[in-house]
Structures are given as structure tokens and as C-alpha cells.
């Protein structure tokens, strides 16, 4: 049993007062279609892409690329044969020649791995019982990606190979569907997922990882993989009261969303000799209103200075992470805005601010006092 507990104090909750230390000024509005846009995603993973992203929505996967002045170049838009799918999610890749690829996956539960070059669909990864909810790329080995599910499972794959490696459920895994999964920032072994049980679960591949090597090597069918099942985390704690869906790795600690209004940093103690025991001490918390419905989720800019996330009135909560107590770098409104926005994409120094929304919207944000 994990035990919730401060060191000394209470956790310390942020003031929506915004400091004002940085002024956004919307330099662009897209209307990509009348579906809903559930993803935005900037590639981190080759600094040649860092001012490209990728959108879903309905079954159709567009990447764009971020230009001088506010502008926004659509460089390609792929659109699955099954027009009832509904793609949630989006994650950047590489090939094995280091070309872009972006990962999507939806209600169908199918993973679509996309050529970023060629438009063409370079695999397809068939598994998931249900919809794909997340997908997020290990940075260190970019061929390796994870998916969380409605299936109450998170599988982690290679896209290089079409082999599913592992796949975490079972005696002590999700009771309901898994909304968010991280991959740990320098711990190659670990990662987080959350979901609709309201627990986030910490997860160590160490033991498993001459199954991940083997992966990268494999040139049999992906079908003849000896897939192993990681029943137990190492870790469970219940540091929300409700569904959880988002959780991203900060250092050592975490940060999480629930559909409570607010995003809470906390830490794991986790005990390596006692795997599922330990203890969670809640350090910070960032409050963000009307962001009561499920599926919203904030993002991070390369370098975790800043956190960014939307809410149901399609207003934009920008907090600085490198701050205690918690400082509101800018609160940014527009009166046009006012769909749920789903989820937000930070760039890579943080200037650029992405989301898209419920409407079919795609809205671009940038720095006053930066040269976007």
C-alpha cells in the first residue's frame, strides 16, 4: 500500500494570478475540418524537425511545420482507409535512415506508423482489444514507443521491426482503461502510466530488457515475437481521487492530471526490494478551472521550464515548473476561443505554443518578446 504523505508541510498550491513574466499574442488560427482534434505534437526527437508537428483528428493525420512570422505550412496529411476510425493520439519516431515517422492511434485500437517523407503508411501494429488513448516515444531509443489502452494495457513496440515487445497488465495492472503513459527521462527502464482507475503506476523493464535488445534484431514475422506480460508495477500510487489522464515524468518526480481542476508534482518513493510499496509525498500542486472533463492534457517544452494546458473554455494555463511555490507565467485568452482544447504542444525552447480543440481549430501562440 502506498502511503501519501509532506515533509513537514502541506503541498504547496500555485496562485492564478499571472506574473506576466511572458506576454503570448496569437499569431495564427487553422481550421483543419469540423472534427474534433484530440492531439498536437511537436518533434523532439531530430533537431532538424523541431519546428514541425503533427495533428489528429477523425481519421486523418496532418503534419505541419511552423514558419517565421506566425506562419503555418502543411507539409502532409495522411487519411486511413477506415473512415469511421478516430485517431486520439500522436507520437514523432525515426527510421532506421533517420526519416520522421509519426505514430498514430485510435479508437480502432491499430497503430498506423506513417513515413513523415513520403506520406506512405510505413507499418500498421495490430494488438490492442480496444482504442488507443497515448503513444509517446522513448527519446534515448526513438524506434521504441509505447500505447496505453482502453484494453486496461500498455504494450510497448518497435517500429523498426512490427515486434510487440512487452505488455504491462495482469495481477497488477490497470483496473480500467490506461488514459496516459511516459517513458522516464534517463532511466531507460522505466515508465508511468495512469488511467481511469484513478492510480498512477510506475513500471521497470530491467528484467526484461534482453527481450527489448532481441526487438531490434528480430527478422522473423512480428507475430512469432515471444511477447513477455510485466504483470506488476513497482509502484502504484493513488495521488488523485478521480481519473487520471496525463502524467509526464519531471526529473525524478511527476507530474499528473486529474479531471479535479489541478496538475499535482510528486514524488515516488519507490522501494526497489518491495515492488508495488512505497510512498508518495506531494510537493506542488497547479491549479487549472473548468478543466473538469476527461482527455485534456498538458505538455512540456524540451527542457521542462514551463507547462502548458487548455481547458474546457478553451483558455491556456502556462505554469513555470522551475519555481516553488508555483508561478503562473501567463493566462492566455482570446475571445474567439472557446472550445474545449484538448491538448497543447510547447516547442522546443518554449516560445511557440500549440493547441487544437474541440472544433476542428488549431490555434498558434507565440512569445511577444521572441523572434517567432
Not at 18 to 45: D, M
Not at 96 to 112: F, H, M
Not at 284 to 309: G, L, N, R, T
Not at 348 to 361: A, F, P, R
Request: aromatic share 12%.
Amino acid at each position: 500500500m502506498v502511503k501519501l504523505f509532506s515533509l513537514g508541510t502541506e503541498p504547496v498550491v500555485g496562485n492564478l494570478n499571472s506574473s506576466r513574466k511572458k506576454e503570448y499574442r496569437v499569431t495564427n488560427r487553422l481550421q483543419e475540418g469540423k472534427r474534433p482534434l484530440y492531439a498536437v505534437v511537436f518533434n523532439f526527437i531530430d533537431s532538424r524537425y523541431f519546428n514541425v508537428f503533427a495533428t489528429v483528428g477523425g481519421n486523418r493525420v496532418t503534419i505541419y511545420q511552423c514558419l517565421q512570422g506566425g506562419v503555418i505550412a502543411v507539409l502532409q496529411s495522411f487519411v486511413d482507409d477506415d473512415k469511421d476510425e478516430s485517431f486520439y493520439t500522436v507520437s514523432w519516431a525515426c527510421n532506421t535512415n533517420g526519416a520522421p515517422l509519426a505514430v498514430a492511434g485510435g479508437v480502432n485500437g491499430i497503430i498506423r506508423v506513417i513515413n513523415g517523407s513520403d506520406e506512405k503508411l510505413h507499418k500498421s501494429f495490430v494488438g490492442h482489444g480496444d482504442s488507443i488513448n497515448e503513444i509517446r516515444t522513448q527519446a534515448m531509443r526513438p524506434a521504441l514507443v509505447i500505447s496505453a489502452s482502453k484494453d486496461e494495457s500498455v504494450r510497448l513496440w518497435n517500429v523498426h521491426t512490427g515486434v510487440c515487445v512487452l505488455i504491462f497488465a495482469g495481477a497488477g495492472g490497470h483496473r480500467n482503461e490506461v488514459l496516459s503513459i511516459d517513458f522516464h527521462p534517463s532511466d531507460i527502464f522505466k515508465i508511468a502510466s495512469c488511467g481511469m482507475d484513478n492510480t498512477v503506476k510506475i513500471w521497470s523493464m530491467k528484467d526484461f530488457w534482453g527481450y527489448v535488445e532481441q526487438s531490434f534484431t528480430w527478422t522473423d514475422i512480428p507475430s512469432k515475437f515471444p511477447t513477455k506480460y510485466v504483470q506488476f508495477p513497482i509502484f502504484n500510487a493513488s495521488v488523485h481521487t478521480n481519473y487520471v489522464d496525463c502524467t509526464r515524468w519531471l526529473g525524478e518526480f511527476i507530474l499528473s492530471k486529474s479531471v479535479d481542476h489541478e496538475i499535482i508534482l510528486w514524488e515516488p518513493k519507490v522501494k526497489e526490494q518491495s515492488p508495488g510499496e512505497g510512498a508518495a509525498d506531494i510537493l506542488q500542486k497547479y491549479p487549472v478551472p473548468e478543466c473538469d472533463i476527461w482527455f485534456i492534457k498538458f505538455s512540456c517544452d524540451f527542457h521542462f521550464k514551463a507547462c502548458a494546458i487548455g481547458n474546457r473554455e478553451g483558455k491556456i494555463f502556462v505554469w513555470d515548473l522551475q519555481s516553488s511555490p508555483p508561478i503562473l507565467n501567463a493566462k492566455l485568452v482570446h475571445a474567439q476561443s472557446k472550445s474545449p482544447i484538448r491538448q497543447t504542444a510547447l516547442s522546443h525552447d518554449g516560445s511557440t505554443i500549440l493547441c487544437c480543440c474541440d472544433d476542428g481549430t488549431i490555434w498558434r501562440w507565440d512569445d511577444a518578446n521572441s523572434e517567432a
